[in-house]
């Protein structure tokens, strides 16, 4: 298994709060991702990495930040938490565009109340 | 419409029976990725393909690029293949990320 953790791996919070995921990896992969998934939705991107410093927009991106200031860390921030970002967020990480293969975290279910 | 269309979105089984899961796409594509995920639990590849077959243990998969489908076939199925099964697409449109678009997945529940 691809070592990708995520922390926390449960988080309740409250509407109006900033909330901080991060997403680990071992592996020196160059592309790491942020996925939402939802019932009905299927897995969206959020935001996405290409390198240290380096981020874009997914579809859903909006209310949401992302940094990397480090190969291995890449951080989700819901700047201030809303009900309809309640969700189970997933980490990937990718080792090159050609491969193209997304390996996947653990998730983290948060729930904002 | 979603660019990746799963069917069924939901699939009961008796154990032993041999399960087709299908999804079709409306994009040029690079790859086809088969995902499982159990539940409450994390997601796995389980293949990428961009041509023709691949088979892993009672797994198969298959694709058509020309008229845009896969297949995920499971022979010999058992009540630990249930889980959601997610058809997702690297979508061939030139830039230098892979990002994957996602069907909604298909709930397989096989019986004993």
């Known amino acids: 298994d691809a070592g990708i953790t995520q922390s926390p791996r449960h988080k309740v919070t409250e509407t109006g709060t900033p909330v901080t995921l991060r997403c680990h990896q071992t592996?020196?992969?160059?592309?790491m991702y942020w996925y939402r998934q939802d019932p009905g939705h299927g897995l969206r991107l959020i935001h996405y990495?290409?390198?240290?410093?380096?981020?874009d927009k997914g579809e859903v991106s909006d209310g949401y930040s992302v940094s990397r200031s480090k190969t291995e860390d890449f951080l989700l921030t819901l700047e201030s938490a809303t009900s309809s970002q309640t969700s189970v967020y997933f980490c990937a990480i990718s080792g090159t565009s050609v491969s193209h293969e997304q390996y996947f975290g653990p998730g983290t279910r948060l729930t904002v109340t | 419409k979603n660019e990746v269309e799963q069917s069924p979105q939901n699939l009961t089984a008796q154990e032993g029976e041999f399960i087709t899961i299908n999804c079709s796409y409306s994009v040029g594509i690079s790859a086809l990725h088969w995902l499982q995920q159990h539940p409450g639990g994390g997601i796995v590849s389980l293949f990428m393909l961009s041509s023709g077959k691949k088979k892993h243990g009672r797994l198969i998969a298959t694709i058509n690029i020309q008229e845009k489908h896969s297949s995920l076939h499971i022979t010999a199925s058992h009540p630990r293949d249930s889980a959601v099964y997610i058809c997702a697409v690297t979508m061939n449109y030139g830039g230098a990320t892979n990002k994957l678009i996602f069907g909604t997945g298909t709930l397989l529940a096989v019986q004993p």
């Open positions: 592996e020196n992969h160059r592309y």
């Open positions: 990495s290409y390198g240290v410093k380096d981020t």
